[in-house]
């Protein structure tokens, strides 16, 4: 798998935070501002273009579940964090049932971002 990240956020700060600290850890960093872009993105890309695929969960278009059930449905592959505030039970459930490799809770989640990343790229 590439070592190439595609991040996706709505929030445009946050996402640029995102990016900087991977980007920092030495991945390289492709940005998406809601699922709608980030399935586009994956989807033209060559199949093992991006190694990792970093969503929030909470978007408009398409939300983060919607997400990775399309990318899913679609075989697109490449690991899967999913980067939310809160998530209850049944969607976590429903998130670990696509096969999800890791949920990190906002805020303090970011903090692992990069070691998650690299644990992720190199298995």
């Known amino acids: 798998m590439a070592n190439r990240i595609l991040v ?3 929030d445009y700060n946050l996402l640029t935070v ?17 699922g709608i872009e980030a399935f586009s993105k994956a ?9 990792l695929i970093l969503i929030d969960h909470v978007m408009p278009g398409i939300n983060g579940l919607g997400l990775v059930k399309e990318l899913r449905a679609n075989g697109i592959p490449g ?4 980067l939310s505030g809160h998530l209850d039970e049944e969607l976590e459930a429903e998130f670990n049932r696509l096969a999800v490799d890791k949920i990190l ?5 970011i903090t692992e971002l990069a070691r998650c990343a690299a644990d ?4």
Do not use: H, M, W
Not at 43 to 51: E, L, N
Not at 120 to 123: I, K, M, T
């Open 8 to 10: 996706c956020d709505d």
């Open 105 to 109: 809770l906002k805020p303090n989640g």
């Open 18 to 34: 995102l990016a900087g600290i991977l980007e920092a850890a030495g991945f390289s960093v492709d940005t998406a501002s809601d």
């Open 43 to 51: 989807k033209k890309a060559q199949p093992d273009y991006f190694g």
């Open 120 to 123: 992720l790229l190199s298995e």
């Open 79 to 82: 690991r899967i964090i999913v």
